[in-house]
């Protein structure tokens, strides 16, 4: 069975400042997707950045950018600039590619990550 | 479009006590999902449903009971309520060959 592990229970960073939140994983598939997922206070789980196993180059969405380290099974998040509206529990995630996974998601543990102004 | 919504928003029973968690998602999605989300452990999959009229046991199924009512409406009953079910509830949708899953707001739970 897969597992995500996110070995840092709560993080902070100041305002402008870059944080890097880590996440490792296992799984004997060579073929799969990773999500980083933001959860704010409001519960809304909100999709930040994807990353496809199969690519080399590392996904980037604004501020937002991943080192996806394929054979050590890394794939963290950097926040660069971070905002207040980036405080959130960050969740990382693991999807086995094929249609037989049926799109079922494997979560980390998360991190909470408060921002400092 | 809504999106997925989920009702109730907060809910509290005492033990023994049964309900129904609704998901409804106006996307047309073939796939929909029910997790529960507790301190430390993250979302961890209920029951899924890989398309209309199936359904499946994901990782912690036992307690739980689902409909798949049609292609909108996926719905998650518990028959006997334990304390150990106090949790935020997530239903989630997706497109087939969809990369992403789409979640409700979640439904807050207290079994006392």
């Known amino acids: 069975a897969q597992t995500v592990t996110q070995s840092q229970p709560e993080m902070s960073v100041q305002e402008a400042e870059t944080v890097t939140l880590s996440c490792t994983y296992d799984?004997?598939?060579?073929?799969?997707?990773l999500f980083w997922y933001k959860q704010p206070p409001s519960r809304q789980m909100i999709l930040v950045i994807r990353?496809?196993?199969?690519?080399?180059q590392n996904a980037t969405e604004n501020r937002f950018s991943v080192n996806f380290q394929k054979a050590a099974k890394s794939f963290s998040l950097k926040i660069s600039d971070s905002q207040l509206g980036d405080a959130a529990m960050y969740f990382c995630a693991y999807r086995r590619a094929g249609g037989t996974s049926y799109g079922k998601l494997t979560f980390g543990q998360g991190t909470i990550l408060t921002v400092h102004p | 479009n809504a999106g997925v919504t989920q009702t109730p928003k907060f809910q509290v029973l005492k033990t023994g006590q049964s309900m129904t968690l609704q998901c409804a998602q106006d996307m047309n999605h073939n796939s929909m999902y029910w997790y529960r989300q507790d301190p430390g452990m993250g979302l961890r999959l209920i029951y899924y449903s890989a398309s209309e009229g199936t359904t499946d046991k994901g990782e912690v199924p036992n307690g739980y009971n689902v409909s798949r009512l049609n292609k909108r409406e996926f719905s998650l009953r518990l028959e006997s309520a334990a304390p150990s079910q106090t949790s935020v509830y997530f239903c989630a949708s997706r497109t087939s060959g969809g990369n992403e899953q789409f979640f409700g707001p979640g439904t807050r739970l207290t079994v006392l």
């Open positions: 990353q496809e196993a199969y690519k080399q």
């Open positions: 799984t004997s598939e060579s073929d799969y997707y």
